[in-house]
């Protein structure tokens, strides 16, 4: 490199000060290590001498630290979100979330930009995991085109639906490898839209700032804590603009690319009115990422991460044999489903489906989880009784339900959930859509979960 002067703007904390990296802000953007230790702030002038950076303190930079970095983030041109594949009253939804994207992006790329870290966690299914994937194409995309080295973004899967203290306090043991004139950043995708999550939310206030992009309906959840909190319920829309269509935008608001591929994925994973359904080369690639996301690491040991999904889309051959295992493992344990069923009738002549997941859970099934195992065979047993349809897939100490459109806003099912949880101390969380949701307790308790829960959704059992 030819001289470099800038700001010290982020340290990466390694097992010595020789290990530490460090993000360096000028006109453009750096991470080095240095033969000297350098703190936040420090001016520093760096050239390359026989291939090693050689690093001169030249003052303190603090007075123009943040200026800088704000000249920076404004070369980069935040776009409008696109409403493509909405219609109708979504698309002016889409249109009223512009000014908090807008403000999120540039939180977003003032973390990015000076080296800060930022946690992405992802809800592990297609929707989720393709809104990850997209941000991941369009921080690539920015490094490339601005010819920045930065690596300052950890990808985490996150299988549960809320941001509970466990979580928080693990982000914060990995967050405190760093420090940083910008506060670390959490965006979170796809889920934690609950209660459960207040908690997480109030021990990060003053600390972290969050993008949050979820499409879950708000009920109760508190979300006055936070930064950026992006959902098409505040702003008249609903559950079928979906995280992952809103992330998508999002990553094209900053970077430019084309995430089409990621919002149809999006859209036709969560069963959105606005999926194409007779898009076949969506419906195979919305197959294998809710496939791959099924838990946090591949059979092969590698973690799923978006760079890894990404991998998978660009490997004709690979995409090709996770495709055929994932379709023959689940016609496999819809037809197990389908044979050992105990169907009850509501008061109002709702059909509810209750399966037992232990046998297919005994089966081994690499690619098949309760939860996607749940969409399916709400799909099978909607062809038997029509439209009036609901589906409990037990295992394990949780539920996870899934119902008809149809019927899901009158049925309340975030509601219920809510109430349950105020009711029986044994149900540690709970959360979701009015259309698929899960509530989750000890084993010890399954049955007494089980019970309340067909009680509320009106069986009467003797």
Not at 12 to 20: I, L, P, R, T, V
Not at 90 to 106: I, L, N, Q, T
């Amino acid at each position: 490199m030819s001289r470099l002067e800038g700001i010290v703007t982020a340290i990466k904390f390694g097992g010595s000060d020789a290990d530490n990296v460090y993000t360096v802000v000028s006109e453009s953007v750096v991470q080095l290590r240095s033969p000297v230790r350098l703190d936040l702030y420090d001016r520093v002038a760096v050239t390359e001498q026989g291939g090693e950076a050689k690093v001169e303190i030249l003052g303190n930079g603090k007075a123009e630290c943040g200026g800088l970095i704000s000249k920076t983030v404004d070369k980069i041109e935040v776009g409008e979100p696109s409403a493509a594949y909405l219609s109708g009253a979504a698309v002016d939804v889409m249109g009223r979330m512009a000014p908090a994207m807008k403000d999120a992006a540039r939180a977003f790329l003032s973390a990015l930009v000076s080296g800060a870290p930022i946690i992405v966690r992802f809800h592990n299914d297609g929707d989720g995991g393709g809104g990850a994937v997209a941000l991941y194409k369009a921080v690539g995309a920015l490094r490339k085109k601005l010819g920045w080295s930065l690596d300052n973004i950890i990808w985490i899967i996150n299988a549960g639906v809320s941001y509970k203290m466990d979580l928080f306090y693990s982000d914060t043991l990995l967050l405190n490898r760093y420090s940083s004139v910008v506060k670390p950043l959490i965006a979170i995708i796809d889920f934690g839209t609950s209660t459960d999550s207040e908690g997480s939310v109030r021990q990060a206030a003053g600390k972290y700032d969050f993008v949050w992009i979820d499409h879950h309906p708000i009920s109760t959840f508190d979300h006055s804590g936070l930064t950026h909190y992006i959902n098409p319920w505040l702003d008249g829309g609903d559950s079928n603009v979906t995280a992952g269509l809103v992330a998508s935008c999002f990553a094209e608001m900053i970077s430019g690319i084309d995430a089409s591929k990621y919002k149809r994925i999006s859209l036709t994973c969560d069963h959105s009115v606005y999926a194409d359904a007779a898009d076949e080369e969506t419906n195979a690639m919305a197959l294998v990422i809710d496939a791959l996301t099924v838990r946090p690491e591949a059979p092969s040991g590698q973690k799923v991460t978006p760079k890894y999904i990404a991998g998978v889309f660009d490997d004709a051959s690979r995409f090709g044999e996770i495709l055929h295992d994932v379709k023959t493992q689940y016609a496999e344990a819809v037809d197990m489903g389908a044979k050992a069923v105990k169907q009850y009738v509501n008061t109002d002549g709702i059909n509810i489906y209750a399966v037992d997941y232990q046998p297919i859970a005994d089966m081994g099934f690499g690619y098949v989880t309760k939860g996607k195992y749940s969409s399916r065979m709400q799909d099978v047993f909607e062809e038997r009784t029509g439209e009036r349809t609901i589906t409990l897939v037990y295992h394990s100490g949780s539920v996870s339900i899934r119902m008809s459109k149809a019927i899901a806003q009158k049925v309340g099912l975030v509601r219920i959930i809510e109430e349950m949880k105020a009711e029986a101390d044994y149900i540690d969380s709970g959360g979701g859509h009015n259309e698929a949701a899960s509530v989750r307790t000890d084993r010890s308790h399954m049955r007494d979960m089980l019970d309340l829960l067909l009680g509320k959704l009106g069986v009467t059992r003797n």
